[in-house]
Nanobody, 126 residues
Framework: QVQLAESGGGLVQAGGSLRLSCAAA????????MGWFRQAPGKEREFVAA????????YYEHSVKGRFTISRDNAKNTVALQMYSLKPEDTAVYYC???????????????????WGQGTQVTVSS
């Protein structure tokens, strides 16, 4: 089991940057593939980015590719989402999630993730 806690959200102007962090409590963090999702008001939760257990494989949703970077530090039990060139449509609550993984895979479906953080609000003003 792993407990997740996000931080780093806030209010930023369009074109600005934010770095989200997710701290995991548990001794088997490196056994989990990690992902970031977001949910805007009135919309369904959507996939943003994913990273495999070792960090060697990453995958991004099309609209954030080239602007967001997901990374992880297995020694520190953390996963981060660096966001550049933010747009008003990036406004949402961002969640990190952990998926039990038997290999060095990534997952894009929310149903693959067993553990979720409480979320952190990101607001991008125009």
């Amino acid at each position: 089991q792993v407990q997740l806690a996000e931080s780093g959200g806030g209010l930023v102007q369009a074109g600005g940057s934010l770095r989200l962090s997710c701290a995991a409590a548990g001794r088997t963090f490196s056994s989990y593939a990690m992902g970031w999702f977001r949910q805007a008001p009135g919309k369904e939760r959507e996939f943003v980015a994913a990273i495999s257990r070792t960090g060697g494989i990453t995958y991004y949703e099309h609209s954030v590719k080239g602007r967001f970077t997901i990374s992880r530090d297995n020694a520190k039990n953390t996963v981060a989402l660096q966001m550049y060139s933010l747009k008003p449509e990036d406004t949402a609550v961002y969640y990190c999630a952990a998926a039990i993984s038997s290999g060095d895979y990534y997952y894009t479906r929310s149903s693959a993730y067993a553990y979720w953080g409480q979320g952190t609000q990101v607001t991008v003003s125009s």
